[in-house]
């Protein structure tokens, strides 16, 4: 059986290094082509070193792109919208991992974004892009969104409440999303510059937050709502790692309950899910869920905290961002949308110690 030829644009960046580390050992993936526009003629190991020996691939100028059976892109913010007709005209199955088609509506979209959307006809088209909300439709899908790493992880740590209808929808949700350097991509900044960033804890964005846009539609939609009406109050951190995102969260409850309820909403939704790992010990330096351990695997890992005379419930998740927060989930979405094993070329499990 012939592989599935598939072309990353935007391959000099984070993103692109670690969609091409997992594409190059997919059992059902060629990897064709990767571009980039700075960067054309360069070997993709001059870019991603951890690459070396493992690929002869030179990296062309998105111009020089050939039809394919896939192409993800990994291009700036407002980049995609503009040329999405070109690329969906190369290949069947387009994931776009920028932010560009995230959102339904193009209104939350301005909203949060500050400008008018380049491409708001094709918005209703996208699938924004978690297995563990959309599989189905990703099945079908021609064009599918990446997901907010941020964002990725809050809604996974608080879907179960909200599936159970546990939640107070009167009361604010606050998430607080504590993140490693990673996230803000491969161009130098002097936020980024080694004397500035080290040893930094940094609060970057305490408010208005575009992520928050994403939990409003996906949470929403799993209260049966085209928006959450609820209040979020959303705010992020910057935090010594390279690597890594640890969300708490802290919602209300409609009513007092005890921990088997919340045992019970979290294995209801999770227990099949292939990367989702309920973790929650009674002891141990790594009872509840942590980063750390998680660098290079697709897992998050997801624990709860019941306050019950606050009728508060603090949700915790970890993932490393550049994969379940990015590639790797990706990655899972092309396996959703090819009709494979989601877990192909994604079963790395992290280190330990890291």
């Not at 020996?53 to 111009?63: A, G, N, T, V, Y």
């Not at 969104?145 to 929808?169: E, K």
């Not at 009674?282 to 998680?294: Q, S, T």
Request: proline share 5%; charged share 20%; net charge neutral.
């Amino acid at each position: 059986m012939s592989r599935v030829r598939v072309a990353i644009v935007g391959g000099s960046g984070y993103t692109g290094g670690e969609l091409a580390r997992l594409l190059l050992f997919h059992p059902q993936v060629e990897l064709t082509q990767v571009a980039s526009n700075g960067h054309a003629g360069q070997y993709l190991h001059s870019m991603h070193p951890n690459l070396r020996k493992l690929s002869s691939i030179k990296m062309c100028h998105p111009d020089d792109l050939t039809p394919c059976d896939a192409i993800l892109l990994c291009l700036p913010h407002g980049v995609s919208a503009g040329v999405i007709d070109r690329y969906r005209q190369l290949a069947p199955r387009v994931i776009d991992l920028s932010a560009d088609f995230r959102l339904r509506s193009a209104s939350l979209y301005e909203r949060w974004y500050g400008e008018e959307h380049a491409a708001p006809q094709v918005l209703s088209e996208s699938v924004y892009g978690l297995p563990e909300l959309h599989r189905a439709e990703l099945a079908e899908a021609t064009l599918v969104s990446g997901t907010g790493c941020m964002a990725t992880a809050a809604i996974l740590a608080l879907i179960p409440l909200y599936r159970a209808g546990l939640v107070d929808l009167q009361m604010p949700l606050v998430v607080d999303a504590k993140v490693g350097s990673s996230a803000a991509g491969a161009t130098p900044s002097q936020g980024s510059h080694h004397p500035e960033r080290s040893g930094a804890v940094r609060s970057f964005q305490p408010t208005g937050h575009r992520h928050t846009a994403e939990l409003i539609q996906e949470l929403g939609g799993v209260t049966g709502e085209k928006q959450l009406q609820q209040r979020i109050a959303f705010s992020a951190t910057s935090v010594e790692l390279v690597r890594g995102i640890l969300v708490t969260a802290q919602v209300f409850m409609r009513e007092r309950l005890d921990e088997r309820a919340l045992w019970r909403a979290y294995r209801e939704v999770y227990q099949r899910e292939p990367f989702i790992r309920i973790v929650k010990e009674r002891n141990g330096v790594y009872r509840y869920p942590e980063p750390k351990i998680l660098a290079g695997s697709n897992y998050c890992d997801v624990g709860f905290e019941l306050d019950a005379e606050q009728q508060r419930v603090v949700a915790i998740s970890a993932l490393d961002n550049l994969m379940k927060g990015a590639a790797g989930n990706a990655v899972q979405a092309l396996n959703c949308m090819f009709g494979w094993d989601e877990t192909l070329g994604l079963t790395f499990p992290g280190l330990h110690p890291a």
